[in-house]
C-alpha cells in the first residue's frame, strides 16, 4: 500500500469491475491501494492491466460486455417498480421479447419503448439496442426472458423480489429469544463423540418448554471432508449447498429397524465405542466420522421399503446435477484422496470429459454419498417440526459461511465462479490488527451475474428449506469482500463491490418463500449505509452488548439498540460472557501474541470498557454494587444474569443466549486469527471449572434457568 499515483486508466479500469483503489481503515487514514494489488485482482477476473495498451483494450471490453449480450443474463427487479430490459440485435433489425412466467408458464409479450439508444459498433458491427418494459404486476419468482431475431432465440432470467421481508408475526408482536448453538460441541449421552441432529431436537424441544425458547441459532452445518483429516472449522466448508454427515444421528434411521441381528450387533458395538468419545474434553471429529460412516454405510446397504425408496427418488429429483456432482467430487476424495493429487485425468471439473467413465467406476459411492445427504435432509426436517411442535415460532435458524474450502466440492463443481488465486480476508481492525485470510475463493461477480445467480440461490434455498431463519455470517461480502492476492498479506489486499440489490433481492425472495426470517451478520468494518440498507429490505442486523456503545465509548442504553437485530451478549469469535468477564480474551491474545500496541495499553482499555459496563449495570438496578466478577464464580454467575437482563430491555427483535452461558463455561470456541495455535472449533462444552459437560447437565442445571429467565422480553428497562 502507498499514496503513490496509480498509472493512467488504471483506476477507470479498477472502477469498471468494482475494485477499490483506497478505502479507510478502522483508525480512520486513507490508505491507496497499490497497482500491484489491482493488476492482480484484475488478472483474476480474467482482465488484463499489464501495460497501458492492455488497459485500454480492457476499458474498452467492459465498455461492450453488455453490447456483445443479446440479453442480459439476469435482472433482479423488486415487486411493483418500474424496469426495462436492454436488447441488442443489428442495428434496425426487428425483434421479439416475451417473459415465461415461473410458476404458470403463462407468456407476456413486452412492449418495446419509445428510448432512443445510438447503436455502437461492436467488433465491426453495428448493434442496435432496442429497450423493452416489464409489466409493474409481475409475480414473485424466477421468469424467463426470451428474444427472438430472425429465429433465433436467446434467454436470460427476470427475477422479481419482494420490496421488504416482513417478520412473523408472533415476533412482530413480542420479539423472540433463543439459544445459540455450537452444535458439535453439545454432546449427549447417545451423541458419537459429536453433537448432533438428534441433540438438536433434544435440547430445542426443551429449551421450548422449559425455557420458552423460539428460536436455535446452530453453527454452519456445511459439509466438510469426508476422509480423515476433517477441517474443525465450519466456516471453511467443501460446500454451503449440502450438510456433513457427522450430524447424523444413526439410531433415527429408519433402515436400522430392519437391520438383521448381525449388523444390529455391529452397529451396537460401533456407537458403544463413539460414545467413549463424548468425555473427551476435545471434539475428535475423525474419530467420531470412522466410526459413524461405518455404521451408515450398513444402514445403507440395508433395502429400503418402496416408500422410503420413493422419498430417496424425489429427493436426488429435487436437488438435480447439484447433487450428483457433489457426491461425485465426495466419491473422488473416497477414492483417491484429496484434489491436490492422485485423481485420474479428465476429472478437473463435473463437465471434464473422463467424467462419464468415472461416475460408472465410483456409482456405489456417489450413491452412498447422495443417501446421505437425503437422510440429513430428513433429519433436519424432523429437528424443525420438533422445535416447531415444541412451540418455538422460528425454530431453526441456520448459519450460511462465508465462503468455501479452496480444493473443495463447491470450488470443484462451480470452478468458474470463483476468483483463482485470491483468498478472501479481513483488513485490520481492533481485534485483529495484523488483518486476517480465511483461505477462502471469493465468487466473482462477474460470473455469477453470468450464471444468473444460481449457485447463490441453490445454496441459500437449500439451507432454508429446514429452517425458520438464516444468518448470513459477514453479510457484508454481498456488498464487498477483501481480497487478498495469493502470497500477500492480509493488510496488501483491497474490496472488490458485488451487486449487492441482486444478491439481497434473491435472499429476500428465496427466505419470503421459506417463511424464514433473515440476520446479518453486520459487525466490524461496515459502511454506515449498508446498516440502513438492511433495514429497509427488513433483513435484520446483528448486535454484540460488548461492542454497543456511544461516541463516549460507554454502553449504550439498552433502549437505543436498533428493533431489526439479534441482540445478545457474545458470539463465537469471542470467550463466553463468563470468560470474557474473567479476561479469557485478554490470556489468549497475549500468549498467542497477537497484541501489536503495548501489552499494557490493551489491558487498560479492557478493563476500563469491562467497568463501564459494570457501572451500567448497577445504575440500572441491574447488579449490586457489591458484586465484582473478580470475587468467584457465584458473582460471575449473577453478572452474566444482569448482562442477559440488559440486552433482554432493548427493543430487538431477537435475543439469543449462547449455550455456554447457560453453564457458565468460559473457554472460547473460537480465536479469530489463528489456526493451529489455539483449539478452535475442537473444544467440548464445559462448566466453570472446564470439565465436560453434556446436554443431560444443560437440561437439569438450575444456572442455565436463571440465566434464561433473565432474558424476559416483555420487562422493559425503568
Known amino acids: 500500500m502507498n499514496d503513490s499515483p496509480l498509472p493512467s486508466g488504471l483506476a477507470d479500469l479498477a472502477r469498471a469491475y468494482g475494485v477499490a483503489t483506497d478505502y479507510w481503515d478502522w ?8 497497482a500491484e494489488t489491482i493488476e492482480a485482482v484484475l488478472a483474476a477476473l480474467d482482465v488484463d492491466a499489464a501495460g497501458p495498451q492492455a488497459v485500454r483494450t480492457s476499458l474498452e471490453g467492459a465498455v461492450l460486455r453488455g453490447w456483445r449480450r443479446r440479453v442480459p443474463p439476469v435482472l433482479v427487479v423488486t415487486e411493483g417498480d418500474a424496469a426495462s430490459v436492454p436488447v441488442h440485435v443489428p442495428h434496425g433489425d426487428p425483434v421479439s421479447v416475451w417473459l415465461e412466467l415461473e410458476e404458470t408458464g403463462e407468456r407476456r409479450e413486452l412492449e418495446q419503448s419509445n428510448q432512443w439508444v445510438d447503436p455502437r459498433t461492436v467488433d465491426g458491427a453495428l448493434v442496435g439496442e432496442a429497450t423493452f418494459v416489464l409489466p409493474r404486476d409481475l409475480p414473485l419468482g424466477w421468469h424467463t426472458l426470451v428474444a427472438e431475431h430472425d429465429s433465433d432465440l436467446a434467454s436470460g432470467s427476470v427475477v422479481v423480489v419482494p420490496a421488504r421481508l416482513e417478520l412473523p408475526a408472533p415476533v412482530a408482536a413480542h420479539g423472540a429469544s433463543g439459544l445459540t448453538n455450537q452444535v458439535y460441541s453439545v454432546r449427549s449421552n447417545r451423541s458419537w463423540g459429536v453433537g448432533d441432529l438428534g441433540d438438536v431436537a433434544e435440547l430445542g424441544a426443551w429449551s421450548a418448554r422449559e425455557l420458552g425458547s423460539d428460536f436455535m441459532l446452530i453453527n454452519p452445518v456445511h459439509a466438510a471432508e469426508p476422509t480423515a483429516p476433517m477441517e474443525a472449522s465450519p466456516y471453511l466448508p467443501t460446500s454451503r449447498r449440502f450438510v456433513n454427515p457427522i450430524y447424523i444421528r444413526v439410531e433415527d434411521v429408519p433402515e436400522v429397524a430392519y437391520l438383521p441381528a448381525e449388523d444390529r450387533r455391529r452397529v451396537a458395538d460401533l456407537a458403544k465405542r463413539a460414545q467413549e468419545l463424548n ?5 475428535d471429529r475423525d474419530a467420531s466420522w470412522a466410526l459413524k460412516e461405518a455404521a451408515l454405510r450398513i444402514l445403507h446397504a440395508q433395502p429400503m421399503t418402496p416408500r422410503r ?6 429427493y436426488c429429483e429435487r436437488e438435480g446435477q447439484g447433487l450428483v456432482d457433489f457426491a461425485t467430487w465426495t466419491a473422488l476424495v473416497r477414492t483417491y484422496g484429496g484434489a491436490e493429487g492422485g485423481w485420474p485425468a479428465g476429472v478437473d471439473g463435473p463437465d471434464s470429459p473422463g467424467m462419464d467413465r468415472v461416475r460408472e467406476e465410483l456409482a456405489d459411492e456417489i450413491s452412498f454419498a447422495m443417501w446421505l445427504q437425503w437422510v440429513l435432509d430428513t433429519q433436519l426436517a424432523t429437528a424443525q417440526r420438533e422445535l416447531v411442535e415444541a412451540g418455538m415460532s422460528i425454530g431453526v435458524i441456520q448459519d450460511l459461511a ?11 463443481s462451480l470452478g468458474g465462479a470463483f476468483a483463482r488465486g485470491m483468498t478472501v480476508g479481513a483488513p485490520p481492525d481492533p481485534y485483529n490488527q495484523r488483518g486476517q485470510d480465511w483461505s477462502q475463493p471469493p465468487w466473482r461477480p462477474d460470473a455469477l451475474e453470468d450464471l444468473a445467480y444460481a449457485p447463490f440461490r441453490d445454496m441459500v434455498r437449500s439451507a432454508m428449506r429446514h429452517a425458520g431463519g438464516l444468518r448470513i455470517d459477514h453479510i457484508i461480502g454481498l456488498f464487498r469482500l477483501w481480497w487478498v492476492p495469493a502470497g500477500k498479506a492480509p493488510l496488501e489486499g483491497t474490496y472488490v463491490r458485488y451487486d449487492h440489490d441482486a444478491m439481497i433481492g434473491i435472499l429476500m425472495l428465496e427466505a419470503q418463500r421459506a417463511g424464514a426470517v433473515v440476520i446479518g451478520e453486520d459487525l466490524g468494518t461496515v459502511e454506515p449505509w449498508v446498516r440502513d440498507y438492511l433495514g429497509d429490505r427488513g433483513v435484520l442486523g446483528t448486535s454484540i452488548l460488548w461492542f454497543e456503545n456511544d461516541e463516549s465509548g460507554n454502553p449504550r442504553a439498552p433502549e437505543t439498540y436498533r428493533e431489526l ?8 469469535d469471542l470467550p463466553p460472557t463468563a470468560g470474557y468477564l474473567t479476561g479469557e480474551h485478554m490470556r489468549i491474545r497475549e500468549e498467542l501474541d497477537l497484541f501489536t500496541r503495548p501489552l499494557a495499553e490493551e489491558k487498560a482499555d479492557d478493563e476500563a470498557a469491562r467497568e463501564r459496563m459494570l457501572a451500567a449495570l448497577r445504575r440500572r438496578g441491574l447488579l449490586d454494587e ?7 464464580d457465584a458473582a460471575v454467575a449473577e453478572t452474566v444474569g444482569a448482562l442477559h437482563r440488559y440486552v433482554s430491555w432493548t427493543p430487538a427483535a431477537l435475543v439469543g443466549i449462547a449455550v455456554p452461558d447457560l453453564v457458565g463455561d468460559r473457554r472460547a470456541i473460537n480465536q479469530p486469527g489463528t489456526h493451529l495455535e489455539y483449539p478452535n472449533w475442537r473444544l467440548s462444552l464445559a462448566g466453570p471449572d472446564r470439565e465436560v459437560l453434556h446436554l443431560e447437565d444443560i437440561v437439569s442445571s438450575a444456572r442455565a434457568r436463571r440465566v434464561a429467565a433473565a432474558v424476559q422480553r416483555g420487562d422493559h428497562a425503568r
Not at 425408496?309 to 424425489?314: D, I, K, L, Q
Not at 462465508?402 to 470443484?412: E, R
Not at 437485530?565 to 463465537?572: D, G, M
Open 626 to 632: 457489591s458484586v465484582d466478577p473478580a470475587d468467584g
Open 27 to 34: 483508525q480512520g487514514r486513507h490508505v491507496a491501494v497499490s
Open 279 to 283: 468425555d473427551t474434553d476435545h471434539i
Open 402 to 412: 462465508v465462503g468455501v474450502h479452496p480444493t473443495g466440492a463447491d470450488a470443484w
Open 309 to 314: 425408496a420413493a422419498g430417496f427418488e424425489a
Open 565 to 572: 437485530c439479534l441482540a445478545s451478549v457474545t458470539t463465537h
